[in-house]
Structures are given as structure tokens and as C-alpha cells.
């Protein structure tokens, strides 16, 4: 059992590092009032085929990473609470 958690946590760490790189890399989303003026719609290429970019990648396993970041910490919770 001493193995395993030793393993998680090495894991559980190794995607803390690379969250806290993939959220440092992107870009702000959010274009405020100048988008609404401007007319930075949804109706464009690139808000269509957002997915595809090198951004909307990095947002997927940001997520992907998150999610598996909050499981770990619930098994290691469990882990280090049953002995």
C-alpha cells in the first residue's frame, strides 16, 4: 500500500507541474467590451474550428488534467485517511 501511494503522489504531482504550465501558456479568452464593439461574434472561422487549434487543445487537457487532479486528490484523501 506504501508503494502505491508513493506512486500517486509522484503522479499527482507531476500533473500539478504540468496544470501549472498549460494554465500559464494560455491566452485570455475573455474579450471584454472591445469584443462586443467590434462584433467578435461566433460567426466566424476560427470560433467555429476552435476546437482544432492549438489552444482549444490545450484547453481540453486542461480540463482532462483537472478532473484527474480532483480524482487524485480524493483517492489519496481515502488513502491517507484508511490506514
Given at each position: 500500500?506504501?508503494?502505491?501511494?508513493?506512486?500517486?503522489?509522484?503522479?499527482?504531482?507531476?500533473?500539478?507541474?504540468?496544470?501549472?504550465?498549460?494554465?500559464?501558456?494560455?491566452s485570455?479568452?475573455?474579450?471584454?467590451?472591445?469584443?462586443?464593439?467590434?462584433?467578435?461574434?461566433?460567426?466566424?472561422f476560427?470560433?467555429?474550428?476552435?476546437?482544432?487549434?492549438?489552444?482549444?487543445?490545450?484547453?481540453?487537457?486542461?480540463?482532462?488534467?483537472?478532473?484527474?487532479?480532483?480524482?487524485?486528490?480524493?483517492?489519496?484523501d481515502?488513502?491517507?485517511?484508511?490506514?
Amino acid at each position: 500500500m506504501e508503494i502505491a501511494k508513493n506512486i500517486i503522489i509522484g503522479i499527482y504531482f507531476i500533473i500539478c507541474a504540468v496544470l501549472v504550465v498549460l494554465i500559464l501558456k494560455q491566452s485570455k479568452e475573455d474579450s471584454g467590451a472591445s469584443g462586443t464593439v467590434m462584433g467578435a461574434g461566433a460567426n466566424n472561422f476560427y470560433e467555429k474550428n476552435k476546437g482544432r487549434t492549438i489552444e482549444g487543445k490545450m484547453k481540453r487537457a486542461t480540463i482532462g488534467l483537472m478532473i484527474t487532479f480532483f480524482i487524485l486528490t480524493i483517492v489519496l484523501d481515502i488513502m491517507f485517511v484508511v490506514k
